[in-house]
């Protein structure tokens, strides 16, 4: 898998060498109904930040952070709640699911939307 993924970014984003990549869940793309092959490069460059954020740097940030982009113009909105955090309202479900000296991902339980309005449920939160 690093080597697959090290080929793709180095390809894609050059002498940028750290990633945070944010991973959507496989059902994320049926459910947002992303059909077309020509959309998976927008969308992944909104789910990689340009540096190693683990588990540990993530519940550290302080509410309201904003993460930096591979897609001109989109950041990452973290918000804080007990034990959680959520990536512009969409849910952080596999923390470190990866992670080596160059890339960390993160499993997602959505597409990360800029539009997307923070859903808290009190059960959750």
Same mark, same amino acid.
């Given at each position: 898998?690093?080597?697959?993924?090290?080929?793709?970014? =180095? %390809?894609? /984003?050059?002498?940028?060498?750290?990633?945070?990549?944010?991973?959507?869940? $496989?059902?994320?793309?049926?459910? @947002?109904?992303?059909?077309?092959?020509?959309?998976? =490069? %927008?969308? /992944?460059?909104?789910?990689v930040v340009p540096k190693l954020i683990?588990?540990? $740097?993530?519940?550290?940030?302080? @509410?309201?952070?904003?993460?930096?982009?591979?897609?001109?113009?989109?950041?990452?909105?973290?918000?804080?709640?007990?034990?959680?955090?959520?990536?512009?309202?969409?849910?952080?479900?596999?923390?470190?699911?990866?992670?080596?000296?160059?890339?960390?991902?993160?499993?997602?339980h959505g597409l990360l939307d800029s539009?997307?309005?923070?859903?808290?449920?009190?059960?959750?939160?």
């Amino acid at each position: 898998m690093a080597t697959f993924l090290d080929a793709q970014l =180095s %390809t894609e /984003f050059g002498d940028e060498r750290k990633f945070t990549i944010f991973a959507p869940l $496989d059902e994320a793309f049926a459910v @947002n109904g992303v059909r077309n092959i020509g959309d998976y =490069s %927008t969308i /992944f460059r909104k789910h990689v930040v340009p540096k190693l954020i683990t588990w540990r $740097d993530l519940i550290r940030l302080p @509410n309201e952070s904003l993460l930096p982009t591979f897609s001109d113009g989109f950041e990452i909105n973290v918000t804080v709640s007990p034990r959680m955090r959520f990536l512009n309202g969409v849910l952080v479900a596999v923390p470190d699911m990866f992670r080596s000296d160059l890339v960390v991902v993160h499993g997602i339980h959505g597409l990360l939307d800029s539009n997307r309005v923070e859903q808290c449920h009190s059960a959750m939160c």
